[in-house]
């Protein structure tokens, strides 16, 4: 792709992004949503083949869709409030509406289909996009219409997601896949406190990033896409495939690990509502996530492949130009633990 036609469309994905988050009018959010969109398929196609047209196609339907949803919920809002500005959204047809759409866009179950599917379809670099940044426009608006948000269906599809999220990763072996099914989870925990207390949702969505970004960079330095691939990196770069794993550990909410931090605070806050089941739940269905990134970790590590080399492992580094910028994120996606209480009284 042309660097004058890449940097233009990587400005509209990230001022439709800008406009969604600091617009108080609801036509504003809805055109900053459609910017983002449209902007974001070429960059979802950029390795053009039959399978990345695929995902794009299947991301722009769902997307269009989200969109139609949303601008009917804002209508029927207009028509029973009289304003454009995002006020409580006085109608509850308007709120569910409103929350479907926005749980469609953001991938939450049961309307998660679609992620697993783009994640794989599109590169590496892509898939960091959709993971991270293209969460950032939905989660805003959901952050403020909270207070008018149905309470019961946003649990509800939080537990499901926190659920499919572990469910959906046991039987891959791809990393694109396993890391969409992981988003899936951390969006079911994101959303079940947004309600009780949003600071948290932004607590967890910063970790997340962290994480998430981390993990898409070692990926990208090593073009591991498979299990077998990073198995196979063990013998060539186990720095750096140590690292994957640990971060991949920190993903799942291992202990004594920075994952472990907001999943802590989330089951702490939601038992301070008097809400004991659903933390209880998410809680035990999280420990999906941990199997199949400890069930890959013991396949990496413990295992040693055959290989026609003498030399087991080879202590070489192919590419060092991550070890210029990837420290501080490694720090904070794995080592931030200690410092929850400061957290606490932020928050």
């Known amino acids: 792709m042309n660097p004058l036609i ?65 601008m009917l919920a804002v209508v029927i809002n207009l028509l029973y409030s009289g304003q454009w500005t995002i006020t409580k959204m006085i109608n509850p047809t308007a709120s569910i509406i409103m929350t479907l759409a926005l749980a469609m866009k953001l991938g939450l179950a049961p309307f998660h289909f679609w992620m697993p599917e783009v994640t794989q379809g599109i590169s590496l670099p892509s898939g960091l996009i959709l993971l991270t940044w293209q969460k950032l426009a939905p989660l805003s608006v959901l952050y403020l219409i909270s207070p008018s948000i149905n309470m019961n269906m946003l649990l509800l599809m939080a537990l499901a997601s926190v659920a499919i999220g572990g469910w959906g990763g046991l039987n891959q072996t791809q990393l694109r896949k396993i890391m969409a099914y992981s988003s899936i989870g951390h969006m079911g925990w994101m959303t079940a406190i947004l309600i009780y207390n949003p600071t948290m949702t932004l607590l967890n969505l910063s970790l997340y990033i962290a994480m998430t970004l981390s993990t898409f960079m070692l990926f990208i330095t090593t073009a591991s896409t498979t299990t077998l691939s990073l198995s196979h990196m063990w013998n060539k770069m186990p720095l750096i495939t140590t690292i994957i794993l640990t971060l991949m550990l920190s993903l799942g909410g291992l202990p004594p690990l920075t994952g472990f931090m907001p999943k802590w605070m989330i089951i702490q806050e939601l038992t301070k509502n008097q809400s004991i089941i659903i933390p209880t739940i998410m809680a035990i269905t999280a420990l999906l996530n941990l199997f199949f990134y400890m069930r890959l970790t013991y396949a990496t590590s413990l295992t040693m492949f055959p290989t026609t080399n003498n030399t087991k492992i080879k202590w070489q580094f192919e590419n060092t130009k991550w070890m210029t910028y990837m420290p501080p994120l490694i720090i904070i996606s794995t080592m931030i633990l200690p410092l929850t209480p400061m957290m606490v009284l932020l928050d």
């Open 6 to 70: 890449f940097s233009m469309i990587m400005t509209t994905v990230i001022l439709g992004t800008m406009i969604v988050m600091t617009s108080s009018h609801w036509l504003l959010i809805w055109i900053g949503f459609e910017m983002n969109m449209l902007a974001i398929i070429p960059i979802l196609m950029k390795n053009y083949n039959p399978r990345s047209m695929e995902a794009s196609t299947k991301y722009f339907l769902t997307q269009a869709t989200a969109s139609m949803l949303l």
